[in-house]
Every structure is written in structure tokens, then in C-alpha cells.
């Protein structure tokens, strides 16, 4: 028993990075936009799509794949930003991003439906159907190398937040949009940018979802979107570290409960969610909600 | 004469007459609309066609109990699949349990309101703590716990559902007790929102919407207030769950607390526009055969997804408001412009009338005095969004 739950914490440890990383595009696309991105999850799978097409078609390995697919859904994100959540404007915009976000998904649903079909698929490579001895038990290498790559690639976000001129735009916008429109920076730029940016690591979370989750099609967008937005919500909207310790939390909660039943370990995920936000309305690391308006 | 119109200038004489002639329309409008559509599934008897009209006037019904809470509240709540889902439940497991068969299941249709309502309470509990986002996301969450409970219960059935009792019923005319029912609902469900609306309790959660800090500063009760607008959309989404169940014949834990639920009724609600009494009704009218027709229309039903994301997308960027608020505000704009037009060649009391028409256009007919006819009548999408 105690064996088990030691397994499951390290696979929920591991697995919770890589939530992590996803989570906090997202709660950096609110931070600096007050949009919640709801096309976030299809994007993962979108993510996990292209990293399949490149490696079934083109022969090209998971990880070297990312080199074109983490620019792509720059791209991706920044394109979305400009045609559809830029013009909205006004009072009702939190809600209508909301919709317009989730319209987007929608549609990106349709089409991966269209070009992939329902089937399940798996992404595949050496590396995740080897396994090598951690911990003491058995663990594809796919754990590892997407936990370090998820951990490497928060460092990098931290140090573009914290260490660059740039990243200090953004830390400003995510104050005060107005202030910083008044000291000369391109709010919109900067809200361009930081949705690609946050668009950008579901290129990563996807192929490393697509490795490890055991299948995966069009549909699996609404299960990592519901898990992403509890975690955010948990950690604070707009709290990096926040996403990131609810990440592993929420993840390993899961990982350890479903030992005893699978079924209901996702009921307590979303149960330790409601649980929380009884005892605290902003989240675990979220500030105290000023006053709107 | 108010003192009001009469610093309209000479105009003004014709306007009290104007407005009381639109709300005559409008009440005829809606009475000759009500007559067609109660005829309706006399003249059309096609079942295919009359299960669309059910579905529609289920989701009628639906978007405006989602809007008295959610569109007067201003908390988006994507999560009433629940009190759908559990009013089906509810009819269906009765059903089964206490063997009630045939006609008796309607008998059980109040019952799933009122356990949708004793849902609403701890929910609305937990979840009004919390606003906007955070609001919306507890929604989502609590709706995938409920629809998760009901794969693992052994009471819900499991992933094989309820089944409801047969109906021996001539099939030519199946439809038909559904539908008037599913209008009774409707029409019950919008002359609510209609008397919530002009009610001290709506301007409660109005002010709710607008700033539930100060509102609660002038002595509002919010939570209060909040959650009775809640409880209340729940008990007519419970119904509703209740009456589909039985019109469906089966409940599914995907089926009866169905994602795409929560988000067509906001939809609805939002392409007609939000807080407003008509316009999810319009919504609701305009998109649920809409959506059937091109699931008909195009057999990949991935593309006709598609159409239906780019509709969405293309409603939310060009009418942000809803097409009854856009629409209302063009028309009294186009009005005040007539009138200033026609002020203008005039004297100089003329011009004034001119400077207050678009002014009088942006605050809408509704801001009105109440002494002149017809603005206290119907505030029915005669106001502009706010």
C-alpha cells in the first residue's frame, strides 16, 4: 500500500509539471488579458496533433518536432488574438471572451474531427514504450524528460517575466493596463505576445499529453480544459507559482485516489476545488479580489 | 402632457401616440405569433418536424429561466445542465422505482423541479461566493461532479442510463402533449422574466449586475437576491429536464448533463441578447432549428460543427450585444434621426429638438418617464443592453 502511494505521488509529481506548464499559459493569457482561454484544451490536442502528423509523416522525433511546432502555435496564438479577441470591446468583454474563446474551440474541434477522424491515437518514440528504473520502480522516460523539459521551459517563462524588459511589460500590464499605456508601452503588443506566448507551451504540453495519456482524440480537449481551469482557479487566477503548486497538487490528489477507485478520483479533484474555494474565494495563492469597476 | 414631452418640442405631440401604437404592435405581434405557434403542430404533422418544434420550445423555455438568472444577475453560470440533468434523472428514477407508468409520469415532472431546487441551494451556496471568472469556472466544475456521480452511482444506472416507461400512444399525434407542454413552460417561463423584470426584485439583481459592492451598500441582500433568481431558473430547467426525459424516453449521464447544454443556452441567450426579456426566446428560436437544419443539411456533422462555431464566432464579433438590444438601439436611432430631419427645417425650438433626439435615442424609450403611456407597459426589449 504504502508503496503504492508512493508510486502514484511521483507519477502525479511528474505528470503535474507538465499540467503546470499548460496551466500557466493560461493564467498568464488572464493575468495580462482578464481572458480566460477556453480554447486552451483543443489547443493542447491541436499541439499533440501536429507533433503526430511530423512524426508519422515526416519521421521527425517528438522532441526535435517541437522546434517547429512550439513557433506554429505562436502563430496560432497570436492570430487568434488578433482576429478574435482584440475587437472585443466594452462592458460584457470578460464574458464574451469567455464565448468567443469557446467558439474557437469549437471550431478547431470540427476540423481536427475532420482531418484525424474520432479515432484514438498515441504518439510514439522509443522513449515512451522504454522504461527506465526511477525511484525504484519502473517509469517510461517520457515522464522524465516531459517533467524536465516542462520544468526547464517554466525557468525560461520565469526569466523572461522577472529578468527582461520585455517581461516587465507584461508584469506591468498585469498591474494596471492603463498606468502602463500612460508610460509608453504597447498594451496591445504586449497582450499580442503574451497570448502567442501562452498559446505556445500547449505545443509542448500537447506532445507530452499525447505520449503519456494513453490515446487521445478531438474530445479529449473538454477533459484537459476542465482540469486546467480547476488548477488555475485553485492556484489564484493569475498566480504563476499558484498554477504550478496546484498543478502537482491537484494532479497527485488524483493520482493517489484513483488507487483505490479510478472513477471517483476525478470526482475529488473538482471536490477539492469547490472544497477550497468555500474556505477561500481567491484561490490559494490569488490575491483578495478588489473591488471591480 | 409630462413636462417631459413637452420640452421635446413640437414633436412631441405625435410621440406618446407613437409609442402607445408600438406597444399595441407589439402585443399583437406576440399574440399572433403565440397563435401560430400553438397551431403549429396541426398544420405541420411531421413527426421529424415536431420533435424540432419540442426541442426548440424545451430550449425556449431554457435560455430564458438561464437568462432570469444569469442574464438580470450578470454571474454567467455555464453549469444548469445540472437541474436539467437532474430533473431527468429525478422522473426517470421515480418512474422506475415506484413503477409509475403512462400518463402518471407527468404527475412526476413538478417533482423534478422541486429536487433541482434542492440542488440549487448548497450549490448556489458555494458557487455565489465567488464572481465573474471564478463564478463561471465553479459552475463548470460542480457540472462535471454531478455528471461524473452519475456514471458512478448504481442508483443513476451508470453509463447505461434510465430508461423511461413506454407510452402506447398514436404515433401521428406522440408529440403533440409534449409540445403544449413544453409551450406551457415556455410561455410561463417568459411572462415570469417578464413581471421579474419590471419588479423590485428585478432591479435588485440589476443592481447586482451593474455593482454588487454598492448595491449591497444600499441595503440590497445579495446573496439573498442571488440566490432565489437562482433558485427559481433552476426549478424551470428541472422541469424542463424532466419533460425532455420523458420526450427523449432515455437519460444518458452525457446526454442528461450534456456540456453542450450549459453553452447553447448562453448562446442563445447572448445572440439574442443578455438581461433582456424577448431576446434568448429569440435566440433560442433562431438557433435550435437552426442547428438541426445544418446537421441535415451538411452529412459530415463535423462540418456543419464548423458553420456553427464560425455562426457564433461571426454573432459574438459583430452583434456583442445581442440582436435585440443592436437592433432596438438602430431603430431609435434611425427614428431620432427621422425626427430631427424633420425638425430641423423648422424653427430653432425645432433645432433643440434635434440636439435631444440622439439623446433620447441613447438612453432609450425605457428611460421614459413613467407617466407616459406605453413606457411602463413593456419594457420588453425596448431597452437598450444596460
Known sequence: MGRQIYEAVVDGVLVGGVYGLMAVGLTLIFGVLDIINIAQGILVILGAYLSYALSVHLHIDLFLGLLITVPAMFVIGVAIYWAFMRPLRGRERTSMSLLASYAVAIILEGILYWIFSPDYVQLNAWYVTASVRVFGFYLPYIYLFGFVLALVLVLVLYLILYRTRFGRSIRATMQDQTASRLIGIDVNRVAAVTFGIGVAVTAVGGMVYGATSGGFNPNSGYDLISRLLAIIILGGLGSIGGALAAAVFMITLESVVSIWSPNWAIVVFYAALVLVLTIRPSGLFGRREVRLQ | ?386
Open chain 2, 1 to 386: 402632457m409630462t413636462p417631459a414631452s413637452m420640452m421635446k418640442g413640437p414633436d412631441s405631440l405625435a410621440r406618446p401616440g407613437r409609442l402607445q401604437a408600438a406597444t399595441a404592435w407589439r402585443a399583437g405581434g406576440a399574440l399572433a405569433l403565440l397563435a401560430a405557434i400553438a397551431v403549429f403542430p396541426l398544420i405541420f404533422t411531421n413527426a421529424l418536424v415536431t420533435t424540432i418544434a419540442v426541442d426548440t420550445l424545451i430550449f425556449v423555455a431554457a435560455a430564458a429561466a438561464w437568462n432570469i438568472f444569469s442574464g438580470y444577475s450578470g454571474y454567467i453560470s455555464l453549469g444548469h445542465a445540472v437541474f436539467f440533468g437532474c430533473g431527468a434523472y429525478t422522473v426517470g428514477i421515480g418512474a422506475r422505482d415506484w413503477q409509475v407508468n403512462g400518463t402518471a409520469v407527468f404527475a412526476l415532472i413538478p417533482l423534478a423541479g422541486l429536487v433541482a431546487v434542492a440542488v440549487a441551494v448548497p450549490f448556489g451556496l458555494v458557487a455565489l461566493r465567488v464572481r465573474r471568472h471564478t463564478f463561471v469556472v465553479v459552475t463548470i466544475a460542480v457540472f462535471f461532479i454531478f455528471q461524473l456521480m452519475a456514471f458512478n452511482f448504481s442508483f443513476t444506472g451508470g453509463t447505461t442510463g434510465v430508461a423511461a416507461p413506454f407510452l402506447v400512444w398514436n404515433p401521428s399525434t406522440y408529440n403533440d402533449p409534449f409540445y403544449y407542454l413544453a409551450l406551457a413552460i415556455g410561455v410561463a417561463t417568459i411572462g415570469l422574466s417578464w413581471l421579474i423584470r419590471g419588479s423590485r426584485f428585478g432591479l435588485q439583481l440589476r443592481a447586482i449586475r451593474d455593482d454588487e459592492d454598492r448595491a449591497r451598500g444600499l441595503g440590497v441582500r445579495t446573496m439573498r437576491v442571488k440566490l432565489a433568481a437562482f433558485m427559481i431558473s433552476a426549478f424551470v430547467t428541472g422541469l424542463l429536464g424532466g419533460l425532455w426525459f420523458y420526450f427523449i424516453t432515455q437519460v444518458l449521464p452525457q446526454s442528461g448533463f450534456d456540456p453542450a447544454f450549459d453553452l447553447s443556452v448562453a448562446l442563445m441567450a447572448f445572440l439574442g441578447g443578455l438581461g433582456t426579456v424577448s431576446g434568448p426566446v429569440l435566440g433560442a428560436l433562431v438557433l435550435v432549428p437552426a442547428q438541426q437544419y445544418l446537421t441535415e443539411q451538411f452529412t459530415n456533422d463535423y462540418l456543419s460543427q464548423i458553420v456553427l462555431g464560425t455562426l457564433f464566432l461571426g454573432v459574438i464579433l459583430l452583434l456583442p450585444r445581442g440582436v435585440i438590444p443592436t437592433g432596438s438601439e438602430k431603430i431609435t436611432s434611425w427614428r431620432a434621426r427621422r425626427t430631427g430631419q424633420a425638425a430641423a427645417g423648422q424653427d430653432a425650438a425645432g433645432q433643440a429638438a434635434a440636439v435631444i433626439g440622439p439623446d433620447a435615442a441613447a438612453s432609450g424609450p425605457a428611460a421614459a418617464p413613467p407617466g407616459e403611456p406605453g413606457a411602463a407597459a413593456g419594457p420588453a426589449g425596448k431597452e437598450s443592453a444596460r
